[in-house]
């Protein structure tokens, strides 16, 4: 028993000899790291003087010119009103935190236990390593570093943020970090952005507002309130049982408006949920089961079921409510993460989440108002700058951007376009238009405006439309009989048959006019834009998949992507089929005008360009189109003066077209379109019911390209006799003879000897 006890005696003393031992080891171990983290300190200091805060210098403007030097906007550095804690609602203090930094009243300037996850989940999930800089972290950040991404610029962030807790009580921290940051909209700090976007002062925020602008530091341009507002709020949109492809988003107080009986649908959804709120976790019930479409939440028979408030956006996206002829959904945006972290974290009751996110449906924002010209084009170019140079730098670098843009052609267009919308409203319902114009030759925008009003949040004017993925009508069928007559060596001249015809699949397309031209030429076929042989053309040129490889190289790619978005969402391949001759795919303006340009252009693709230099404050030239890539030939001379000959033949097509399709003492071409709708009143109804919805003309010269598109930005159809020529074409017609106004009178030669095609 004595031995027993000795030895009991001896490994408590082995064990605890080995606890000092290891203890020791690990205090050698952490003083040689913090010795090597001072070193490391001491080797890429000296650190700014964080009590010097408030002395730190305004940084310089950044200027968009156009091609002239005029000035279109300028990026305000810092817009900024300061205000004290005190004077900043709670409501927004309770979104920041919940948003931000969590744990920012308790850590020493750096969250330690989110860096810790974040590492975690990179090594273990793979995930991205981001996220992990807290408030004060990105305090330091936006006050003394850039936004490289290196080690160094991170342990500088970290010193500096425990520099500042150390020196700083926490509500200053907050105060300063609140007045400091960029929100967009050319607004620094909490007050200026609250102005801005609402029009109210920091200390008068609600529940929502806050959620809205304690979203807006983690992405200022991808979650403007004007720009991204979908991705900011989120949205309640409607799918057409019949049609998977056609939705309809509700982001405007309009849209709310014209939809209220289906919305209403999922207001009263959110309304009927309540919810029992303990830690992280949530028992939500008043569900009805049949509105929930994910299968791995369980509904129990009480129709409640329980969930980890960090699903709770997983939760909202699988709402899916049938009502009448559509399902009701919503998909989540930035602010609903900030309003379920506000939850989670006790600063709001489910009422006022409920409340607040019901609130969103068709918010308006403030309209905003600043100096800008052309602020579709604008906002195109600063968001490539942002990209390339970073956001920092565009708004405090000064640099000096000169565009390819014209003004007077730009202002010219602009007023076009308002004439024509306020007759097409009148008589089509047709809201709004767009324009694009490059120069053939060298690629350049001269013209883009990207709607009618910019600032008009009622018709979603905010909207690039230029960029807008939209069914392009007939103006797609020159590119279908173009890749017919490289494949079959059609000619102009090269007959059809216009005449009823049942296609592979009993696919019986008819012409607008439900009438039947009988034996006509290509050209015919082509300018009287006919469906039927138009749809022969495309089993000529190889059906689907050759026309979207042939497109390619011309820079349409939205073929593709819809094709890969599709697949994404619905888990199976969309296919064009035959009514594809018809326009009945999705491309943008832009690219319409890019593959138009290389007819123009003989056969040679130009890039895109909006840019003709960019310097620096120090007279640096960054970039200059001088050293962008030059034109490749992807089409055969032959063929490109083929298609321009046809297109530009005034004698076949119907006479009373040529008003707005020709220009005085000018070869143009010209082509019009008009995509549909079609759809039932009733299921029981025999035949469908065809409705207008995108208008459009596109004239080219040698010189110039500029396609029109007239219609509504939601995608609502149209009334009335609506067509491309009418809607769009006085825009592209009058447009084209301003801009041609001072250049010399170009045509198209013939060319002295084939090439052959090529092809990338």
């Known amino acids: 028993m004595l031995k027993q006890n000795k030895k009991c005696f001896i490994d408590k003393k082995n064990i605890i000899f080995k606890l000092i031992v290891l203890l020791l080891c690990f205090l050698i171990l952490s003083l040689i790291c913090l010795f090597l983290f001072l070193s490391y300190l001491k080797s890429i200091g000296p ?6 805060y408030k002395t730190i ?11 002239n030097g005029v000035e279109l906007y300028k990026i305000y550095s810092e817009k900024r009103t300061y205000v004290d804690y005190e004077d900043i609602n709670i409501n927004m203090i309770h979104a920041i935190i919940a948003g931000e930094d969590k744990r920012f009243w308790k850590h020493p300037g750096y969250d330690g236990i989110g860096i810790l996850r974040a590492i975690f989940n990179g090594v273990i999930h793979r995930t991205k390593f981001a996220g992990t800089s807290g408030i004060t ?28 807790d150390s020196i700083f009580e926490k509500k200053d921290i907050l105060e300063l970090y609140l007045n400091k940051i960029f929100f967009g909209g050319n607004s620094y700090g909490i007050e200026q952005a609250s102005q801005t976007f609402f029009g109210t002062a920091a200390s008068e925020l609600g529940v929502l507002e806050s959620s809205i602008l304690a979203s807006l530091p983690k992405a200022p341009t991808g979650l403007s309130p004007y720009h991204k507002r979908d991705k900011l709020l989120g949205y309640p949109f409607l799918i057409q049982i019949s049609d998977k492809i056609d939705t309809t988003k509700i982001l405007s107080k309009e849209n709310l408006e014209n939809n209220k009986t289906q919305v209403e649908v999922l207001i009263n959804f959110i309304n009927n949920l309540s919810a029992d709120h303990k830690g992280d976790s949530l028992k939500i019930c008043g569900i009805d089961k049949k509105n929930i479409k994910q299968s791995h939440f369980y509904i129990a028979a009480d129709g409640c079921t329980n969930l980890k408030i960090n699903k709770l956006l997983l939760f909202l996206n699988s709402i899916s409510i049938k009502n009448d002829k559509f399902y009701v959904e919503y998909k989540t945006g930035r602010k609903d993460y900030v309003l379920g972290r506000m939850l989670e974290d006790g600063y709001i009751s489910f009422d006022q989440y409920k409340k607040s996110l019901i609130g969103s449906f068709g918010f308006e924002f403030k309209e905003y108002s600043d100096d800008i010209k052309s602020p579709h084009f604008v906002m195109y170019v600063k968001d490539y700058l942002v ?16 565009t390819t843009i014209d003004s007077k ?3 010219k267009a602009q007023e076009l376009i308002e004439q024509q919308v306020v007759i097409n409203t009148g008589k089509f319902g047709a809201k709004n238009a767009a324009l694009i114009s490059l120069d053939n030759k060298t690629g350049e925008i001269l013209s883009m405006v990207g709607g009618v009003d910019y600032f008009d949040e009622t018709n979603l004017g905010y909207n690039n439309m230029i960029f807008a993925r939209l069914q392009p009508g007939s103006t797609f069928k020159p590119f279908v009989y173009m890749l017919a007559m490289i494949q079959h060596g059609f000619t102009k001249n090269t007959i059809f048959r216009d005449k009823k015809f049942t296609f592979p699949g009993d696919y019986i397309p008819e012409n607008s006019d439900g009438k039947y031209m009988g034996k006509i030429t290509l050209s015919e076929a082509l300018n009287h834009s006919r469906n039927i042989p138009a749809v022969k053309a495309y089993y000529a040129a190889g059906e689907e998949e050759k026309i979207i490889k042939f497109l390619l190289p011309f820079g349409i790619k939205s073929l593709v992507d819809f094709k890969k978005d599709f697949k994404k969402k619905y888990g199976y391949n969309y296919v064009y089929a035959a009514p594809m001759a018809l326009g009945t795919v999705q491309i943008t303006p832009l690219e319409l005008a890019k593959a138009y340009s290389v007819f ?10 909006s840019l003709l230099k960019v310097v620096d404050s120090n007279g640096k030239i960054l970039e200059s189109i001088e050293t962008s890539k030059q034109g490749a030939r992807i089409l055969d001379e032959k063929y490109s003066y083929k298609i321009n000959s046809i297109l530009s033949n005034g004698e076949d097509r119907p006479k009373s077209w040529n008003h707005f399709l020709t220009i005085p003492g000018r070869q143009m071409a010209s082509k019009t379109g008009t995509s549909s709708k079609q759809y039932k009143e009733n299921p029981e109804d025999e035949e469908d019911i065809i409705v207008p919805r995108d208008l459009w003309t596109v004239g080219y010269t040698p010189q110039i390209t500029t396609v029109v598109w007239a219609g509504n930005t939601s995608g609502e159809e149209l009334t009335g006799k609506a067509y491309g020529i009418t809607g769009a074409g006085p825009i592209m017609r009058d447009f084209m003879i301003f801009v041609h106004k001072d250049l010399k009178v170009e045509k198209w030669e013939k060319p002295k000897k084939d090439l052959h095609l090529i092809m990338k």
């Open 387 to 402: 990209q390339k140079y970073g956001e920092k730098l565009i708004q405090e670098g000064g640099f000096k951007i000169y």
């Open 137 to 164: 972290q990105q305090l330091a950040k936006v006050t003394y570093l850039t936004d490289e991404r290196t080690i160094e610029r991170k342990v500088k962030e970290l010193y500096l943020s425990i520099e500042l």
């Open 47 to 52: 650190f700014p003087d964080v009590k010097a």
């Open 600 to 609: 123009a252009n003989s056969g040679v693709k130009n890039e895109v360009k």
């Open 57 to 67: 210098p305004m940084h310089e403007s950044s200027v968009i010119y156009d091609r």
């Open 409 to 411: 052609l730009q202002d």
